[in-house]
């Protein structure tokens, strides 16, 4: 029997029809980031407005967080927290947002370099990771592919965690994506774009279509 195809969140969204097409291609989660050095940079305001307007569970994307912003997100509409951060940040940080947002809406989303790994100590803060390609000054939105065996390692050592695998998907990679990596769920930014915060909705449905079925 064919499984529904692998979740997957469409991030970086800025407008209430993006929204609405993200929902209609069934993503199980809509991004939007409140990180101000992002091109797709998105106003508490204007995540307030946008976030109302839509059913699906909504992914707040932020960088090196206080506690005050994650309440500020939460109490905005933000169903997660998505928060990247490099890996220097002190536990102590850590924990306060997995004490913030509870360990279940805490998403990490550590820049590591390629010779680190997770360390197992994080583990407990949060129940998903998001492994995105590593750029030595960006957090993401790099739209380049990342390193597809190193989350399979961490999936496979780690297998009670969820494990989102991000970077440069588009329709024409996430097939392999999926098979290299054994990834259960995978994010989507530039890739179904037409410039940096405008989503292509004929690109959102060839993504959505390229998606294999869900491993068990």
Known sequence: MTMPAVPFKVCGLTSAGDAAAAERSGAACLGFILYSGSPRHITLEQFRALAAGVSRPK????????VGEIEAFLSAGADYIQAHFPPEVPFKTLRAWSEAAGAGRLWLAPRLPPPLDVPTGWLPLADSFLLDTFDPVKFGGTGQTGDWQKFARHQRAHPG???????????????????ESGARWVDVNSGVESSPGVKDHAKLAAFVAALPPARD
């Open 161 to 179: 965690k969820t494990w989102i695998l991000s970077g440069g998907l588009d329709a024409g990679n996430v097939a392999a994506a999926v098979r």
């Open 59 to 66: 992914v707040a994307v932020c960088v090196t967080p206080s």
